[in-house]
């Protein structure tokens, strides 16, 4: 992969990042803060220091380099001194994994969040929601619904469902279906603004990139079969049958649509209707039993923390009335 691909991925990754984020060295655990992403440099600074630290995207080549051109992971020990931030920086991107217990930096298959960053990557914290609060949006519920579905039936073994409950799979596969890509269609419109150069722009769960497709569409007949005729083409080789034509020729004649139309039959399946109020009834379901679960857990979690708090109090106490000569 080339690395401006790499790099502008970093760029985007730093963009989404709060302000505060603390990013910490891999070997000294020393945390700083990211003060500017600029296309030639990013610029650092320690919370020890008042002055900042231009890391300079050359070096950052080097780096992606060096990672990349063995299968082994590589050493962050083989570091300068001063160059642990650049391997921080450098795990902002979802491809490129650090090992606190190794002290490695790897080039991976399986994307991952930068274990060096104390934030949460790729999320505008601007439009995040609230914890607990659900989406308004029709394929949330669907799909939960769709999950409560597969939860309870054996989706690999089809055959040995029941009737219904395979209309019932059928219906919420097409809602999500349905659904999901409506908001696809959404999202590929707001990246079509913003990918580039087709350069391919990496995500924690993939990657998209920026492509074209050509449709032809023919122009005027006037105009083709004239063009065509002066380079000695028959315009009968490249007319053919209209089926408009046709249907409107049946309607003035005694021929069946079956003697001028070769007529194949298949089946298929639909769906007829959707029972809201039951899927809006099983979905408030799922949701208190889910915020039950969520309650009983924090209960427990808890009456946990006040058992430790005792049992720690407890302890304090019996050593500072025990006096040991």
Not at 12 to 24: C, G, S, V
Not at 177 to 194: E, F, T
Not at 222 to 235: F, S
Not at 296 to 312: G, N, P
């Amino acid at each position: 992969m080339p690395f401006s691909g790499i790099w502008h991925s970093i760029l985007d990754e730093t963009d989404q990042l709060p302000a505060d984020a603390t990013f910490r060295t891999p070997l000294s655990n020393k945390p700083f803060r990211l003060e500017d992403a600029q296309e030639h440099r990013v610029l650092i600074s320690y919370r020890d220091q008042e002055t900042t630290i231009p890391l300079k995207r050359e070096q950052f080549e080097t780096l992606y380099q060096r990672v990349t051109d063995t299968p082994q992971p590589f050493d962050l020990h083989r570091l300068p001194a001063d160059a642990e931030p650049y391997a921080t920086i450098l795990s902002l991107h979802p491809l490129f994994k650090i090992d606190g217990t190794d002290n490695t930096i790897a080039y991976t298959d399986s994307p991952t969040p930068s274990s060096l960053v104390d934030a949460a990557l790729s999320v505008d914290t601007d439009s995040e929601n609230d914890e607990g609060e659900e989406p308004d949006l029709p394929l949330y519920s669907d799909s939960l619904l769709l999950i409560d579905a597969l939860e309870r039936y054996d989706p690999t073994a089809l055959e040995t469902m029941e009737t219904a409950e395979l209309v019932n799979l059928y219906t919420l596969y097409s809602d999500v279906q349905r659904n999901a890509n409506d908001l696809r269609q959404n999202v590929r419109s707001l990246l079509l603004d913003r990918l580039h150069h087709d350069q391919p722009v990496h995500g924690q769960y993939g990657s998209v990139q920026r492509t074209s497709r050509r449709n032809r569409t023919l122009k005027d007949d006037e105009t083709v079969l004239k063009l065509l005729e002066a380079q000695g083409i028959d315009y009968e080789r490249v007319t053919s049958v209209d089926a408009s034509k046709v249907d409107d020729a049946l309607k003035v004649t005694d021929l069946s649509v079956s003697e001028l139309y070769e007529i194949n039959e298949s089946q298929y399946v639909r769906k007829a209707d959707v029972d809201e109020e039951w899927k809006e009834s099983r979905h408030q379901g799922l949701k208190d039993h889910l915020a039950a679960v969520d309650s009983t857990e924090t209960t427990e979690l808890q009456q946990e923390i006040e058992d430790l708090e005792a049992r720690i109090e407890e302890l304090t106490s019996f050593k500072s009335g025990t006096d040991f000569d």
